[in-house]
Structure formats: structure tokens, C-alpha cells
Nanobody, 117 residues
Framework: QVQLVESGGGLVQPGGSLRLSCAASGRVFSIKSTGWYRQAPGNQRELVARITDSENTNYADAVKGRFTISRDNAKNTVYLQMNSLKPEDTAVYYC???????????WGQGTQVTVSS
């Protein structure tokens, strides 16, 4: 099992920045990829960005050029740097660790991001 704890959400004005953190514990050596997802009220949860254990990344079209996912292996933490935030980025952001054949996916509890003036 892997446990995930997100932090870094909050209220920010349009055009502002936030950095989310996802700290992993437990069987971290089994993590194949870590993704950031978001869910706005009335919407389905959607992938925002993902980083694999080999440092490959991919992004949703809506955040390309504004968001950057990165990892610090020494701290078992994945970050999501969010710049040029827009009101439509408002959502609860979750991180997910995918373990592939080593076990079920693990989700964090989520952190609220609100972009509003």
C-alpha cells in the first residue's frame, strides 16, 4: 500500500501561482507513475498531469504551458507548479499513485484550489 498526502491548495487570484505537493509513504518503490487529477463540481475527475518513474511527463491540453509536474525522489514527493491560473482551474486536486501489477492505485484526500478575484 501507498499513502498519499496532498498540500498546497488555497485561494489565488487569476494570473497567480500555486505549488501543490503530493508526499508518498509506504511501498513507494512500487510506484510506476504519479498523476495529478482534478474534479470541479458537477464534472468528472480528469487527468491534469502525470509523471512516470522514468521521468516521462504528459499534460492535459488545458494546462500545457502553464503547469509543470516534477518529482523529488529523495523526499518521495511529486509537485505540480501551477502558473497563470484561471477561474476554470478551480477544483479539488487529487494525486494518484499507480502501482501497475504491484497493487491497486492509491489516491490522496484532495486539496482545494480556488481561482477567484
Amino acid at each position: 500500500q501507498v499513502q498519499l498526502v496532498e498540500s498546497g491548495g488555497g485561494l489565488v487570484q487569476p494570473g497567480g501561482s500555486l505549488r501543490l505537493s503530493c508526499a508518498a509513504s509506504g511501498r513507494v518503490f512500487s510506484i510506476k507513475s504519479t498523476g495529478w487529477y482534478r474534479q470541479a463540481p458537477g464534472n468528472q475527475r480528469e487527468l491534469v498531469a502525470r509523471i512516470t518513474d522514468s521521468e516521462n511527463t504528459n499534460y492535459a491540453d488545458a494546462v500545457k504551458g502553464r503547469f509543470t509536474i516534477s518529482r523529488d525522489n529523495a523526499k518521495n514527493t511529486v509537485y505540480l507548479q501551477m502558473n497563470s491560473l484561471k477561474p476554470e482551474d478551480t477544483a479539488v486536486y487529487y494525486c494518484k499513485a499507480a502501482l501497475g501489477r504491484d497493487g491497486p492505485d492509491s489516491w490522496g484526500q484532495g486539496t482545494q484550489v480556488t481561482v477567484s478575484s
